[in-house]
């Protein structure tokens, strides 16, 4: 009995998704038909959009269903402008670059960091407890001073002064190994 109910509800988000799919695919495609570079692309983002759509608990259950889908439809094309721009960005920046600008990953660059990071774990063990947390809060949460102190209930002041020393005691062991 508890099969049936819910083959019976994926029945109707089905048809839902069915529905919604016959009536706005043709007006998808040719929205994006006219902001896409080709017909494939255009395609591909109709097909995303009943995907995302597919996703949700009860695609047919939506108020204004049109403003819902052609938001989400100017949604997917803004996010694939900002990936193309991200792209180019960094394939400029490739280009421009010397060779010395993009360092190689070699073994011994990546030996060299494990190495780095197991000083740094142990420098912050061998900190007292307090200095460790707010040297943590800052660098990791990346908590401003003022932020620390307030969580922490001691003064502005106290939060620079356990910085410093934290990054003495760092510098110190960096230089010494």
Do not use: W
Not at 39 to 44: G, L, R, T
Not at 113 to 132: S, W
Not at 149 to 168: G, N, T, W
């Amino acid at each position: 009995m508890e099969q049936n109910a819910r083959r019976e509800a994926g029945r109707q988000e089905g048809d839902g998704l069915a529905e919604i799919s016959a009536r706005f695919a043709r007006p998808l495609r040719s929205f994006f038909r006219k902001r896409a570079y080709n017909e494939q692309e255009a395609d591909d983002l109709v097909q995303e959009v009943f995907c995302r759509l597919a996703a949700r608990e009860q695609p047919g259950a939506m108020e204004n269903a049109e403003a819902y889908i052609f938001q989400m439809a100017a949604n997917l094309l803004r996010d694939r402008a900002r990936r193309r721009a991200t792209r180019a960005a960094a394939d400029r920046a490739l280009e421009t670059g010397d060779a010395n600008s993009v360092e190689e990953i070699s073994p011994e660059r990546v030996l060299l960091g494990k190495q780095r990071v197991a000083i740094l774990e142990r420098v912050l063990g061998e900190l007292p407890e307090r200095t460790r947390v707010i040297f943590l809060l800052h660098r990791f949460e990346e908590l401003k001073y003022a932020e620390i102190a307030r969580r922490l209930d001691i003064s502005v002041s106290s939060v620079e002064k356990h910085m410093m020393e934290a990054m003495r005691r760092i510098k110190a062991r960096f230089e010494h190994d």
